[in-house]
């Protein structure tokens, strides 16, 4: 492709210009010969720099060996120079050391620093890792990296690639560098002994200005302390002479009111002594002309319109005749806690106990009808076996115990749902059976002498002639309902028939009012179709504004007691708040300036010396970017978080 050796020779000087002006490829740009911004920040060091300086030194890779650690992560920078002539290149190489004998957790930490190690080194033109020591190594390298290193001596027009050469002639220049790197050491030190003496004269000039600056502030104050006091001093002074004039023009103006008092206590005790006399004559004369009056409370009419709570249901099961007959409850020692009721046979109360659970229930039991209509109470204890029939151990205890704290609520819920005057402890479902009442109640009481009309079928008709009248009283009420509605929607229908003439007599009034201001012979014929322009604009306006009246009171006052309420309620609700907190915006500034700072567990020599490292590791790599410092490698390693 190239028709003479010299198209080669130029091919390959562009290339080695084109990779000199790239630089590394995701590296930044930055030029060692121009200080950096971060240079001139008020930011500490090991902030700015969070890397510790490992080593540094002008004899190459092998060198570069002596300071790896294999339980270590480290990251480099070492300059490799190749060719000779006109065409010698230096090649930046970055280093990525992950030891391999590190624990799995700190490395891991370690290795979330390459980023900005690579921001710090770049640019460089490859990077290699390694894992050990051993493979720190000028074999290694270029055997890794061969494909970069590209000679060119060009000498009489012959030009050679050959990486063994320029291995063995980077070998030769390492050792003669091998040399100098006693002094590079001796020159580090001083370096660093530099950087701690001018940090403690730093600090000392910090502290000096600091003393003078709390001497200035303690002067002025105690000037201002002064001048305060001697004012205080004035003031106090003309404080007591006003104070001794005012005390004056006081006693004299309470001696005053002490004889104007005195005369007025003595009319007043006259003047109160025969309102007194009066008050006890008219109260002699009510005594004697007041009747007591006995508030009686409504009776309950035991309809819907009220909640149904515990004790209203007992009061309703034990009323004569009343929509209610049978209660279930759960088991309480302070309140009466209703789990269903209704109106019905004894099935209904049947299916309302619950074969897990102990309950407690009354029920009125009626026979009869007319004179002979007698009503009893029967209270039952629902304490069914079948909680305790389970094949879990743990679970049949607890059941257990359930069972038996519940029915240790006994006496309260007799008390609570009673009274009555037959008891029943059921434990199972073939206990709970109207016969067997029926029974228990024959045993107990006798109705007037007579046992016949306690049956099964007494009981159907009782319970019967009950639904019958309560669903007669419920007919009437819906009926009255129905009046009382027809009614007030007769009156609301009048009221807009009111108002409907009221508008038209309206509309004729303002017809007659804009005819009379028509005038002129010539202008009537136009007044009149003006005028009835005018009417139907009028009767718009009318319509319009009868319209807006239409809307009811009831809709005008539901929105102001809307408004009433929702402003009452936040005045309510400020006025709950304490104090310090009727302003409930915060700034996100303020609150995070509320946080309580971390506190610093580390030693003031320890960030000195920190700030130390980090300085030296900036200049150190600064130097080995420089093409004319001797300095060829420098290696540092990530500054991690100490234990607490």
């Known amino acids: 492709l190239f028709s003479t050796k010299r198209d080669v020779a130029n091919a390959i000087m562009a290339h080695h210009q084109q990779l000199s002006s790239v630089g590394s490829i995701g590296s930044v740009d930055f030029d060692p010969m121009t200080p950096s911004s971060f240079e001139n920040s008020d930011i500490p060091w090991r902030k700015r720099v969070p890397f510790e300086l490992v080593a540094r030194g002008v ?20 300059s490799i120079g190749i060719g000779s002539g006109s065409f010698k290149r230096e090649k930046s190489i970055f280093i990525h050391f992950n030891g391999e004998e590190m624990k799995p957790l700190k490395r891991s930490k370690a290795n979330k620093k390459k980023a900005a190690a690579q921001k710090l080194l770049s640019p460089y033109h490859a990077e290699i890792v390694m894992e050990t020591k051993s493979q720190c190594t000028i074999d290694y390298v270029f055997s890794k ?45 001083a370096q660093k002994k530099r950087l701690l003496e001018q940090q403690e004269e730093a600090n000392k000039r910090i502290e000096d200005e600091k003393r ?16 305060a006091r001697l004012k205080a001093e004035e003031e106090a002074r003309l404080q007591a002479e006003a104070d001794a004039a005012a005390a004056a023009e006081m006693a004299e103006t309470e001696r005053l009111r002490l004889e104007q008092e005195d005369a007025d206590k003595k009319a007043a005790e006259e003047e109160e002594e025969k309102q007194k006399a009066a008050e006890e004559e008219e109260a002699k004369k ?69 074969p897990d659970q102990v309950q407690y229930g009354i029920m009125r039991l009626t026979f009869g009808e007319g004179r002979f209509r007698r009503s009893h109470w029967i209270f039952v204890c629902w304490s069914p076996d079948s909680m305790t029939k389970v094949d879990s151990q743990k679970l049949r205890k607890k059941r257990m115990a359930d069972r038996m704290h519940n029915i240790g609520y006994k006496g309260f819920m007799q008390k609570a ?66 009046k009382k509605l027809a009614l007030e929607k007769k009156l609301r229908e009048s009221s807009e028939d009111e108002e409907d003439v009221y508008d038209k007599d309206e509309q004729a009034k303002n017809r007659k009012k804009r005819k009379r201001k028509k005038k002129g012979d010539d202008e009537d ?34 929105d102001v007691l809307s408004d009433v309420t929702a402003d009452e309620a936040l005045d309510e609700f400020k006025e709950d708040l304490p104090a310090d907190t009727t302003d409930l915006t915060v700034s996100m500034s303020e609150a995070n300036t509320a946080k309580p700072k971390r506190r610093n567990t ?33 290696l540092v390693e990530p500054r991690l978080p100490s234990k607490k």
Request: contains cysteine; hydrophobic residues 35%.
């Open 59 to 78: 004899a190459g890779v092998d060198e570069i060996a002596e300071y790896l650690d294999d339980s270590k992560v480290s990251f480099g920078l070492v």
């Open 145 to 189: 990296l061969n494909h970069i290193f590209v000679s060119d001596n060009a000498v009489k027009g012959d030009s050679k690639f050959q990486i063994g050469s320029l291995k063995e002639e980077y070998k030769k220049k390492m050792a003669e560098a091998k040399k100098k790197v006693k002094a590079e050491k001796e020159r580090l030190e």
């Open 212 to 227: 003078k600056a709390e001497e200035e502030e303690q002067r002025r104050k105690e000037a201002e302390e002064e001048e």
């Open 286 to 354: 009510k005594a004697a002309k007041k009747k007591r009056k006995i508030k009686r409370k409504k009776k309950d009419d035991w309809s819907d319109d009220r909640e149904w709570t515990g004790k209203r249901i007992v009061a309703c099961i034990h009323a004569q005749t009343s929509p209610l007959n049978w209660a279930v409850f759960q088991p309480s020692d302070s309140d009466v806690i209703p789990m269903a009721f209704g109106h019905g046979g004894l099935n209904d109360l049947r299916d309302a106990l619950k």
């Open 417 to 482: 749902i009673g009274p009555y005057g037959v008891e029943v402890l059921a434990e199972d479902y073939a206990m709970v059976t109207l016969e067997d009442w029926i029974l228990r109640v024959r045993r107990t009481v006798v109705v007037d002498g007579h046992d016949d009309f306690m049956n099964a079928e007494s009981f159907q008709k009782a319970l019967d002639a009950e639904k019958a009248h309560f669903e007669e009283r419920k007919r009437k009420q819906e009926e009255e309902k129905k």
């Open 525 to 558: 014929a136009e007044g009149d179709e003006e005028g009835d322009d005018d009417d139907d604009d009028a009767d718009k306006e009318t319509e319009t504004e009868t319209d807006v009246d239409a809307k009811t009171a009831e809709d005008v006052t539901s």
């Open 602 to 634: 580390v030693g003031p020599d320890e960030l000195k010396k920190r700030d130390v490292s980090s300085q030296l590791c900036y200049e150190s790599i600064t130097l080995v970017k420089r093409p004319d410092s001797d300095l060829v490698w420098v």
